[in-house]
């Protein structure tokens, strides 16, 4: 069975956005990439550049960049191992404005052990915003990593708990 996939590369304040959808859902969210990441991460898939059917999801994940739960309508279809199921299911559960470790999450999951495989799947996250990856810090409260940078996860969590702030 073919897998049919339009995308859509769409302006932000971060860059270029790079919005890939099936017909169950987005299944890529990145900043700065081209359409051949698409190819690379489904290269049996078909791909189309379809701005207009994707134009409703683009701007949900537009106003996401600023208001955490803009996003929460917009449909995934997730592809990744079981154990990446589960710790981006408990990523998607950390409120906005929050943060937690890679340790607590790896508690979360009854994983206690996996703190860098946590990392790692989160790193490997589809679809960055929509599983706000950028709410995992580490143990000592450093940022850590960020596939889109330090300065834009920074500003991910700043507006975050301003907006808690303000509510």
């Not at 698409?38 to 208001?67: Q, Y």
């Not at 996996?114 to 790692?120: F, H, N, P």
């Not at 810090?137 to 330090?150: E, K, T």
Request: proline share 7%; with cysteine; hydrophobic share 45%.
């Amino acid at each position: 069975m073919t897998l049919f996939i339009r995308w859509v590369i769409a302006p932000t304040e971060f860059g270029p956005m790079l919005l890939a959808a099936t017909e169950r859902g987005v299944c890529r969210l990145s900043f700065g990439e081209e359409a051949d990441a698409i190819s690379r991460r489904f290269p049996h898939a078909h791909l189309s550049n379809d701005p207009a059917s994707l134009s409703d999801w683009i701007e949900g994940a537009r106003s996401a960049l600023s208001d955490p739960a803009a996003g929460d309508d917009i449909p995934l279809d997730l592809h990744g191992t079981p154990f990446q199921l589960t710790v981006w299911d408990a990523v998607r559960r950390v409120p906005a404005g929050e943060t937690r470790t890679y340790a607590q999450i790896a508690a979360e999951i009854c994983r206690p052990l996996a703190i860098r495989a946590v990392g790692t799947a989160n790193g490997a996250n589809p679809v960055s915003i929509l599983i706000p990856c950028h709410r995992l810090i580490r143990s000592d409260g450093g940022l850590g990593g960020y596939a889109w940078g330090l300065e834009m996860k920074r500003t991910l969590l700043q507006r975050e708990r301003a907006l808690i702030v303000r509510s």
